[in-house]
């Protein structure tokens, strides 16, 4: 009797983990996707003047985009990093923070959108912010996911491959 009491905690352990292990990669994928390309679109947002674009808040503003003062001011002072001018590491980084996200909403080269991403947040946490690894390590975690296992069935990429790769990707 008491082999079947103690049996039965490890029964329920083994029925949820074998549960939990049926959560298919692309569920997965498509919210980590969606998630992590809404840090990055957010925080190009904070860097470009002449369009805004929140879905979540539902701001809309039609507009040429163009570097703030505020963005280039952040990297002259706070964001100085070795070997890149202020002016060029600002477009570059306004740049990957909005053209990578929607790449990864899509699921449009998602391996290399997700690395570029990648070593934007080695760039933030080696030069501009060393004590945020807690945050970093998350968004790394995340990114080295969807290089590793790509970006699930709801992708352009899955289509493309199913489409024109015998093998797929």
């Not at 070795?82 to 990578?100: I, Q």
Request: hydrophobic letters at 50%; aromatic letters at 12%; charged letters at 10%.
């Amino acid at each position: 009797m008491t082999s079947q009491a103690s049996a039965w905690p490890v029964s329920v352990a083994q029925r949820s983990i074998a549960l939990l292990s049926r959560i298919p990669h692309s569920l997965i994928a498509f919210i980590g996707r969606f998630s992590i390309a809404a840090v990055f679109w957010l925080s190009g947002q904070t860097k470009v003047e002449g369009l805004a674009i929140n879905l979540v808040s539902g701001e809309f503003q039609p507009g040429w985009p163009h570097l703030s003062d505020s963005a280039l001011d952040l990297f002259r002072t706070e964001y100085a990093l070795p070997l890149l001018p202020p002016e060029l590491a600002a477009l570059m980084a306004a740049t990957a923070e909005h053209v990578f996200p929607v790449l990864l909403l899509i699921g449009l080269a998602t391996r290399f959108s997700a690395l570029g991403l990648l070593g934007m947040t080695a760039v933030i946490q080696i030069f501009v912010y060393p004590d945020a690894y807690p945050t970093h390590g998350t968004w790394a975690t995340l990114l080295l996911y969807l290089i590793a296992r790509g970006p699930g069935v709801f992708s352009l990429d899955h289509w493309i491959a199913r489409r024109w790769m015998p093998n797929g990707c």
